[in-house]
T-cell receptor, first 115, second 114 residues
Framework: DTAVSQTPKYLVTQMGNDKSIKCEQNLGHDTMYWYKQDSKKFLKIMFSYNNKELIINETVPNRFSPKSPDKAHLNLHINSLELGDSAVYFC??????????????FGPGTRLTVL | AQTVTQSQPEMSVQEAETVTLSCTYDTSESDYYLFWYKQPPSRQMILVIRQEAYKQQNATENRFSVNFQKAAKSFSLKISDSQLGDAAMYFCAYRRNSNYQLIWGAGTKLIIKP
């Protein structure tokens, strides 16, 4: 059974397009995250939601917009894609840190290539 | 601000031998958690081991163990009897208690020589 799933796993698109990545977790977690991993493997937190409420909103271009329809889903929409957006995007989830000292569980990643 | 430093960009070890990956962190907090994650070529991020700062005993998961030195702010990962499947990027991460955000190190690439 998949714990944290992302779709699609690969996304190749042209500059200027708008695209979305979807994430779902079936772990019953309260908190979900989006990370960007660049070509040097550095992980950068972008957003986090706890029970559909935005709690982390790092400095990212406003072309990136997260949406959490319920606590099991966190989608990422990107407008006007640029070459520099090419990266691997990871979704993750965890129990609320207020409840338990759990680690974060990651999805398989979405490799985004902007041409 | 908290920071996590992994000073070894790359390490290599002979299969079946033991290797230690280093991680240091900077914090003024006393209550926090530390994690090691593994990212094999499949790119899946896998939680390897975690340590609660209030516990003096070092965490162990099968062949993986940590050496947690709270005063020195050091959290190294020891892999015993290295296997080819251990080849991956290893990331150290820190989280303050009751805080949502993980602070990540830059990663160490581990190469296993057959």
């Amino acid at each position: 059974d998949t714990a944290v799933s992302q779709t699609p796993k690969y996304l190749v698109t042209q500059m200027g397009n708008d695209k979305s990545i979807k994430c779902e977790q079936n772990l019953g977690h309260d908190t979900m995250y989006w990370y960007k991993q660049d070509s040097k493997k550095f992980l950068k937190i972008m957003f986090s939601y706890n029970n559909k409420e935005l709690i982390i909103n790092e400095t990212v271009p406003n072309r990136f917009s997260p949406k959490s329809p319920d606590k099991a889903h966190l989608n990422l929409h990107i407008n006007s894609l640029e070459l520099g957006d090419s990266a691997v995007y990871f979704c993750a989830s965890s129990l609320s840190p207020l409840a338990a000292p759990s680690g974060q569980f990651f999805g398989p990643g979405t490799r985004l290539t902007v041409l | 601000a908290q920071t996590v430093t992994q000073s070894q960009p790359e390490m290599s070890v002979q299969e079946a031998e033991t290797v230690t990956l280093s991680c240091t962190y900077d914090t003024s907090e006393s209550d926090y958690y530390l994690f090691w994650y593994k990212q094999p070529p499949s790119r899946q991020m896998i939680l390897v081991i975690r340590q609660e700062a209030y516990k003096q005993q070092n965490a162990t998961e099968n062949r993986f163990s940590v050496n947690f030195q709270k005063a020195a702010k050091s959290f190294s990962l020891k892999i015993s009897d290295s296997q080819l499947g251990d080849a991956a990027m290893y990331f150290c991460a820190y989280r303050r208690n009751s805080n949502y955000q993980l602070i990540w190190g830059a990663g160490t690439k581990l190469i296993i020589k057959p």
